[in-house]
Structure formats: structure tokens, C-alpha cells
């Protein structure tokens, strides 16, 4: 990896509670830079993962399905006390993947030279990543896949803060979408991820279905946006603890 391989870190603690009695420590996230992924990386993976990192002709998908499936195990590996190949992942089509056998939950995201891993023990997860970029068209995406609360709000933003704007909306939905499991079937734009006064970094967002997550935008260095949504019913005792890690590379 990059430099002294460490990876950018980040410590969500207080910062994702609910409003009543929620555990102090609800996610861990981890940030991977992508570079030329060592072979003795590929062939830790699983057969099945090594075959499906060689079927990516792509080599830049290569490295990013290979840096992220790599970190994952790694990182499950410790806090389970289990070789990181004994590790059973689902994936299936349209579903999140999971942890077969244990309450861990997980979520990747992968967008240009950086990788980015959501872990809780005690919230269904989700996380999302995207490079900034600059999007030719961004009002019509907006019209396809906004809400329309959004759309205005969007509307409002300078003509060269709009792609930016929009990717900030855009992290904040897939994460919601990854944490409910739900990926592209759920519509996004009969629901909005806006911060109820315009500038809150942490907020709760209701979901086209009704369900409550807490989101976050979190801060990546430049050139990224990224956000975190977990559950908002606690699923595990009071008191999980959360540990900074770096990378496993």
C-alpha cells in the first residue's frame, strides 16, 4: 500500500446515537488506500473471491473488489478469533452480503484510489463512497433519482457546487439503501436525505418505507465524499466498544 500503509482512520463514537439509550460506540470505519494489490493478497482470498477478482478484466475494479474483500477479512478476523478464510460471506443477488453465523454486520464501498469498510456489531450498516467529480448532467440526474425537497435544494446551490452537492445527497442515499438491504430496489426519490436545518453532519432520515436511520456525512481528505446510515432500534447490549484500527494491508 501507499506511504507507511496506514490507512486513513476514522472513530465514529458519540456521534452516532439515537435519541434514547443507545449504545455510546455503533460503528467502526475504516479507510484503505488502492494501489497494486500484492499476490500473496489474491491468493489469501477464498477460491471463490480469487475467481471472481480474476473474472474483473478491469484492472482498477481488480484492485478495489481485491483491496476491499482483503481489508474485510482481516478486520472480521480479529474480532471474531477466526482465520480470516473460515469466514463465511453471502452474497447474493440485489441483498446486501453478510456474515453467515454472527450478529456482525458490514458494509463496503470502493471509488477510485480509496476503499472504505463499515463495521457494527450492534446496527444493521451501511456506507458509501464516491470520488468528486465533476457530473456534465447533474440536473437530470437529480430529476431521475431526488426527491423533489432535494431537487429544489439543489436548484438553490451555484452552478459549480452542484455536481458536489449532489454527490453528498447521492453517498447519503446508497448508504441508507445498503444498510436496509435493499440496494436499487428501493426508490430514491420518494424520500429525501436532506439535514432537517441545512447543516447538521449527523441527522435522521426516514427511508421511502418508512424505516429510521441516522446518517452522517463523515470527512475523508479531499477528492472524496462519503457517508455512514446504521439502524436507529438497538439490536445489542448497552456499552459496545469500538476500537480505531488501520489498515490490514
Not at 455503533?26 to 480474476?54: G, K
Not at 477466526?82 to 464501498?109: C, K, M
Not at 451555484?158 to 441508507?176: C, M
Not at 444498510?179 to 447543516?199: E, F, T
Request: net charge positive.
Amino acid at each position: 500500500m501507499t506511504g507507511a500503509r496506514e490507512a486513513h482512520r476514522f472513530r465514529v463514537a458519540e456521534a452516532m446515537r439515537s435519541p434514547s439509550r443507545a449504545p455510546r460506540n455503533l460503528a467502526e470505519l475504516l479507510f484503505v488506500p488502492i494501489a497494486d494489490t500484492p499476490r500473496r493478497v489474491v491468493r489469501s482470498l477464498p477460491r471463490s473471491e480469487s475467481r471472481r477478482a480474476r473474472r474483473i478484466k478491469d484492472a482498477a475494479s481488480r484492485a478495489q473488489f481485491v483491496a476491499a474483500r482483503y481489508a474485510l477479512r482481516q478486520l472480521l478476523s480479529k474480532r471474531l478469533g477466526v482465520q480470516p478464510s473460515a469466514l463465511e460471506i453471502l452474497a447474493r443477488p440485489g441483498r446486501a452480503p453478510e456474515l453467515l453465523h454472527s450478529r456482525w454486520r458490514f458494509s463496503l464501498s470502493h471509488s477510485g484510489s480509496l476503499c472504505m469498510i463499515g463495521l457494527s456489531r450492534a446496527r444493521r450498516i451501511g456506507v458509501d463512497l464516491e470520488a468528486v467529480r465533476e457530473i456534465p448532467d447533474v440536473q437530470t440526474f437529480a430529476g431521475r433519482y431526488l426527491h423533489p425537497t432535494e431537487r429544489d435544494w439543489l436548484s438553490s446551490r451555484t452552478a459549480t457546487r452542484r455536481s458536489l452537492e449532489f454527490l453528498r445527497i447521492w453517498v447519503r442515499k446508497e448508504a441508507v439503501t445498503k444498510a436496509a438491504g435493499s440496494g436499487l430496489a428501493m426508490r430514491l426519490d420518494n424520500w429525501h436525505a436532506l439535514p432537517p436545518q441545512g447543516n447538521q453532519v449527523r441527522f435522521v432520515v426516514v427511508d421511502g418505507i418508512g424505516q429510521r436511520w441516522q446518517v452522517q456525512d463523515l470527512r475523508c481528505g479531499s477528492g472524496f465524499v462519503a457517508a455512514v446510515a446504521v439502524s436507529t432500534q438497538r439490536t445489542s447490549p448497552q456499552g459496545l466498544s469500538t476500537s480505531v484500527v488501520s489498515s490490514p494491508m
